[in-house]
């Protein structure tokens, strides 16, 4: 419905109480629509099935939920929206029901598109990367002796942004050896060699992504190793921090990199 329940702009304002309770009337609405449905027993599988399917499979682990995962969804819950406003508009005899409605289910999005107009840094910042300024800032400390190790995650990204801007630093790209492997033991072996002979290397980077800690069309949560308890890169960080120091770090939205002063072989 557009709606946005934590707009720092709208935070300590009017306009935060009317979105929550813009958002509120959206979901009794939805309740309504859902209800009028059950009861006129006409099309309830069709319109009520895909939510008890998907439930299913994300329960089983086999389909994620969040973001545009939930995208298909949209013309039925606005199909259940419209029979809502359709059930309380037939059965209030006030007649102010009827246009308030309409403006109680567009008074978020309105306000939050306007808001987001204004100030377009709230523009779906989690979909905003920062590898490239993060890139740039490495290419700013970047000395001599230096040497970034590319992690899987922050691959393909940079692929792209060395195409485009030409950075000229030496790279070692991360071959993704979580398949191969069966466990944190093996893995840092065999990342132990993608860095090879690192006694002429003063000072190591690591480049990885933050938010997204699988491929496109993996399985949720494999290997499962891999994904025990804590953040698959927070593990990677720690060892990197068992042979060197951090000595400088910058995390932007989804991209995180840090300079190792290397003070032992891994």
């Known amino acids: 419905m557009g709606l946005w329940w934590k707009l720092p702009s709208v935070e300590t304002t009017i306009f935060s109480t009317v979105l929550k309770l813009g958002a509120a009337f959206s979901f009794i609405i939805l309740l309504c629509g859902i209800f009028n449905v059950i009861r006129m027993k006409k099309h309830v599988l069709v319109l009520l099935s895909p939510f008890f399917f998907v439930l299913v499979a994300n329960s089983l682990r086999l389909y994620p939920l969040g973001d545009r995962f939930w995208v298909f ?21 006030f007649k102010l029901v009827t246009y308030a409605l309409p403006v109680i289910l567009l008074m978020g999005p309105i306000i939050t598109s306007a808001q987001l107009f204004i100030d377009e840094k709230e523009f779906l910042p989690e979909k ?5 300024q993060t890139l740039n800032y490495i290419q700013a400390n970047f000395k001599p002796g230096d040497v970034l190790y590319v992690y899987y995650t922050a691959k393909p990204g940079y692929i792209l942004y060395k195409t485009f801007y030409h950075y000229n630093f030496p790279v070692i790209l991360d071959p993704d050896h979580r398949l191969e492997t069966n466990n944190y033991k093996e893995y840092f072996s065999k990342i132990k060699q993608d860095l090879g002979d690192l006694h002429s290397v003063k000072r190591i980077w690591l480049l990885f992504n933050y938010d997204f800690q699988t491929d ?4 949720i949560d494999t290997p499962e190793w891999y994904f025990n308890k804590t953040k698959p890169t927070d593990n990677v960080v720690v060892w990197f921090k068992s042979f060197a120091t951090p000595v400088l770090e910058k995390k932007d939205s989804d991209t995180h990199t840090y300079c190792f002063q290397i003070n032992k072989s891994p």
């Not at 496109?216 to 399985?219: D, T, V």
């Open 128 to 132: 905003r990367s920062s590898q490239r």
């Open 73 to 93: 969804l949209a013309p039925i819950i606005t199909i259940l929206m419209a029979r809502g406003v359709f059930l309380l508009c037939h059965n209030v005899k």
């Open 216 to 219: 496109i069309g993996e399985a």
